[in-house]
C-alpha cells in the first residue's frame, strides 16, 4: 500500500491559519491574546487524520496564547451537524473562526452568513462562498495528479514494467472540494499519461470505511483485471486495504491512498 501525502503539512497550515487570524484580530482591536477566542470546525471530530489537525490546532492556540475550541460533527457527512455547528460557534461571538467544510454547496450560503458577523478562515476544502477572509489548502488537484503517478508505478513494479490494466477510483464521500479535486487530478493524469490503464470504476461511498471495504471487494470480484484502486482519503484507503489483505492481494494489486 501506498499513501500519498498532501503538498503542504496539516499541522502547518493549522498553525500559519491561527497564526494569520490572530494577527488581523489583534490589527483591528486592542485586545489581549488571551481574549482572543478562534474554534475551529473540523470535518469529522473521530477521524484520525482530523485528530491531527486539531492537534495542530491546538498547538498553534498554545504557542500563540488564544483560545481554540476543538469542534465538528462525528462524520464527513453530516453535513446538517456541521452547519449547526457553524451556527452556534458564530452566536457565541469568537474573534475568528476556521472551518474545513464537508461540502461545497451546502457550507456556502452558512459560511456567507457568518462570514457577515465574524471572520471566517477556510482550510482543507472550499465552499461555493467567496466570503473567506482567507484559505488555506494544499493543492489537491496536483496531490491527485501524484496519486495517478504512484499507482501507474506500483502497477509497472507488480506487472514486470507494464503499465496497463483496469483501474477504480474510490471517493470518501460526494460533494467535498478536496476530494472532488484529486479526483480531477487523477482522471485528468490518467489520460494524459498512461493509455494503458482504463477506469473502470468511479464510485462514491458514505463516509465510512466499511462502505469502502465492501465497494473493493465488490469491484475485485468483478473486474478480473483490476490492477490498482486510488482511495481518495485515510478513511476509504483503510477499507480498501482491508479488501486487498482479505482477497490475498497484497503484492498484486496497487493501492494509492492519500492522507
Do not use: C
Not at 62 to 88: H, Y
Not at 108 to 117: F, L, S, V
Not at 161 to 178: F, M, Q, R, Y
Request: hydrophobic share 45%; net charge neutral; charged share 15%.
Amino acid at each position: 500500500m501506498k499513501f500519498v501525502t498532501s503538498i503542504l503539512n496539516r499541522r502547518a497550515v493549522m498553525a500559519l491559519a491561527a497564526a494569520s487570524m490572530l494577527a488581523g484580530v489583534m490589527h483591528s482591536a486592542p485586545v489581549s491574546a488571551a481574549d482572543v477566542t478562534i474554534p475551529i470546525i473540523v470535518k469529522d471530530t473521530t477521524s484520525f487524520y482530523w485528530q491531527i489537525v486539531l492537534a495542530g490546532a491546538r498547538k498553534a492556540g498554545k504557542d500563540l496564547g488564544v483560545n481554540v475550541p476543538e469542534l465538528g460533527a462525528q462524520a464527513e457527512t453530516d453535513v446538517n451537524g456541521q452547519v449547526s455547528i457553524l451556527e452556534n460557534a458564530v452566536a457565541s461571538n469568537p474573534a475568528a473562526i476556521v472551518i474545513a467544510p464537508t461540502e461545497f454547496k451546502a457550507l456556502g450560503k452558512p459560511i456567507d452568513e457568518a462570514a457577515a458577523k465574524v471572520k471566517v478562515i477556510g482550510i482543507d476544502s472550499g465552499a461555493d462562498s467567496k466570503a473567506f477572509t482567507s484559505f488555506l489548502t494544499t493543492d489537491n488537484v496536483q496531490g491527485g495528479r501524484v496519486a495517478a503517478d504512484g499507482l501507474a508505478a506500483a502497477i509497472g513494479a507488480a506487472n514486470g514494467g507494464k503499465i496497463e490494466g483496469d483501474v477504480a477510483l474510490i471517493t470518501n464521500a460526494p460533494g467535498a472540494g478536496s476530494l472532488e479535486q484529486r479526483k480531477q487530478g487523477f482522471t485528468e493524469q490518467l489520460a494524459a499519461k498512461y493509455p494503458g490503464l482504463k477506469l473502470v470504476a468511479d464510485k462514491y461511498a458514505d463516509g465510512q470505511a466499511t462502505t469502502g471495504l465492501n465497494i473493493a471487494t465488490d469491484l475485485i470480484t468483478a473486474n478480473p483485471n483490476l490492477k490498482g484502486i486510488f482511495a481518495s482519503n485515510l478513511i476509504m484507503a483503510q477499507g480498501v486495504g482491508q479488501a486487498v489483505a482479505e482477497n490475498s492481494l497484497g503484492g498484486k494489486l496497487a493501492l494509492v491512498g492519500f492522507d
